[in-house]
């Protein structure tokens, strides 16, 4: 099997070394995997400018030529995606299985967007007067630029320089710091398959905050992306109004996991395992909040025990694994303040709550707590760790206004079986996404974003594409 480890920067269809690098690590062992290239702003600028260089040849393509290109790099990542899927578990910790179904669920962006590339249409207006005409075309908006997060080193890249390509737009990435070598291997993949210079740029680098301010104040970047926290996302936006760029952004969430009455608790089980431990609980949709009706509170809580029982926690290369390690030692930090919080505040651990020693240092138990209350941490702050934390509500109002209790609005999660309460429960939780009976709901097709503060524009969909084109009303006047 080929090797996809690159340590460069990738500006203008160069790989690009510095003096200075960083150290990449494996969660599971500890071992170093590569040293990488560490760049600044200036090279940021350089690829901003190479984006820049790149963009009138590249928008000047056909749909058709940009779409085939784009299958290209699909099918590229589809006959490597074992070595891209050991790279990623490597480096970022999840179970190769897991790894590689983020492989073809990021290569799945791809494809939806090059066919996007080709539906992009524009419209007719009706006529205001019999001497003119006018329609609406669709145009790209220019050199993009993007801050990816380490738990989905591929996925979160695609996601955005897929329906940046599809639109005709150049685009450079800051790739998270954790993770970088998913990032550059799809570089490396573009590049083999023929996407032309320039057209993708990738600055790995440690100095975030200055890379960042030149994405976010380049005149030239006419759209900015990011995916990360609400407080980074906030200051970033307030940059980007400098130059009124258009901004879409991905930011933190709080997702409530409801249960009600009329529930089949099973299901609910299933749904709320797949939500919570998919990547060992890092992921900004995973159920933060499960809300669950005092009168089936016992017997979920007693499935849910007995489900918890049979998780696999292993490094990533074991056999049949569930999930791997948290990322770094902050993650294993961050959940066992908020368990200490907790159980300070009453709540109770009914199992888990330690780190695995047996296995590393950055292995931690599947966890359930009961009694949480919302004044609890953890019922406001991500927990970003495989730790369910369960709260009570009595009816279906009260479980509603619970759910909406939050700054966030990214993903939301009920289970019920009555139609009407699926109606009404559907039309008042304030998230942008939500999962009826569902715990895995991201899909290329779907649209991916949130509202209140996590978070403006969709990525995923028709409605992803949007995002980096401008919209240009024309008139044309002199008919007789």
């Given at each position: 099997?080929?090797?996809?480890?690159?340590?460069?920067?990738?500006?203008?269809?160069?790989?690009?070394?510095?003096?200075?690098?960083?150290?990449v690590t494996n969660p599971a062992t500890g071992e170093t995997l590569a040293e990488v290239a560490d760049g600044d702003a200036a090279m940021a600028e350089r690829a901003v400018e190479a984006a820049h260089k790149a963009l009138s040849h590249w928008r000047e393509k056909t749909p058709k030529q940009r779409a085939d290109l784009l299958r290209r790099w699909y099918q590229s990542m589809l006959d490597n995606k074992q070595a891209l899927g050991e790279l990623m578990s490597a480096e970022q910790g999840k179970p190769i299985a897991e790894?590689?179904?983020?492989?073809e669920y990021?290569?799945?962006?791809?494809?939806?967007?090059?066919g996007e590339a080709e539906r992009c249409y524009g419209d007719i207006l009706p006529t205001v007067s019999n001497d003119k005409r006018s329609w609406i075309i669709k145009q790209p908006v220019g050199v993009c630029a993007a801050i990816t997060p380490w738990n989905f080193p591929n996925a979160m890249i695609t996601r955005k320089v897929a329906p940046a390509l599809a639109a005709g737009c150049t685009i450079v990435v800051k790739p998270p710091q954790l993770t970088p070598l998913s990032a550059l291997a799809l570089a490396q993949l573009a590049s083999e398959v023929g996407i032309p210079d320039g057209v993708i740029n990738f600055v790995p680098t440690?100095?975030?905050?200055?890379?960042?301010?030149?994405?976010?104040?380049?005149?030239?970047?006419?759209?900015?992306?990011?995916?990360?926290?609400?407080?980074?996302g906030?200051?970033?936006?307030?940059?980007?109004?400098?130059t009124m760029k258009k901004v879409s952004l991905e930011l933190g969430g709080n997702a409530p996991f409801i249960v009600f009455d009329d529930a089949d608790i099973e299901v609910a089980v299933r749904e709320l395992i797949a939500c919570k431990f998919r990547n060992a609980g890092q992921t900004c949709i995973s159920a933060n909040r499960v809300l669950v009706q005092e009168s089936?509170?016992?017997?979920?809580?007693?499935?849910?025990?007995?489900?918890?029982?049979?998780?696999?926690?292993?490094?990533?290369?074991?056999?049949?694994?569930?999930?791997?390690?948290?990322?770094?030692?902050?993650?294993?930090?961050?959940?066992?303040?908020?368990?200490?919080?907790?159980?300070?505040?009453?709540?109770?651990?009914?199992t888990g709550g330690k780190v695995l020693t047996e296995l590393g240092e950055l292995f931690y138990a599947p966890t359930l707590l009961t009694e949480v209350t919302q004044a609890m941490r953890i019922a406001q702050e991500e927990i970003f760790g495989p730790v369910i934390a369960v709260q009570t509500f009595t009816d279906e109002a009260q479980g509603i206004s619970r759910a909406n209790d939050t700054p966030f609005g990214l993903a939301g999660y009920f289970c019920a079986q009555d139609y009407t309460r699926i109606q009404r429960v559907s039309e008042q939780l304030e998230c942008g996404m939500l999962g009826i009976n569902?715990?895995?709901?991201?899909?290329?097709?779907?649209?991916?974003?949130g509202v209140k503060e996590s978070g403006i524009g969709r990525e995923g969909s028709r409605y992803g594409l949007a995002e980096y084109q401008e919209t240009k009303n024309i008139t044309l006047g002199g008919f007789a």
């Open positions: 099997m080929r090797s996809l480890v690159q340590t460069n920067a990738f500006i203008d269809g160069h790989w690009i070394p510095t003096d200075k690098r960083f150290v790894a590689i179904g983020e492989i990021g290569a799945s962006f791809v494809d939806w967007f090059a440690t100095q975030a905050k200055e890379v960042g301010e030149v994405f976010t104040q380049h005149p030239r970047v006419k759209k900015f992306t990011f995916t990360g926290s609400t407080s980074v906030k200051a970033l936006m307030e940059q980007c109004a400098q089936v509170h016992d017997a979920f809580v007693e499935e849910l025990e007995k489900s918890l029982a049979t998780i696999k926690v292993a490094p990533g290369d074991a056999d049949e694994v569930d999930y791997g390690p948290l990322i770094n030692k902050d993650a294993i930090d961050k959940v066992e303040e908020l368990l200490k919080d907790a159980q300070q505040h009453g709540a109770k651990l009914v569902a715990g895995a709901i991201s899909h290329a097709y779907n649209a991916f974003g």
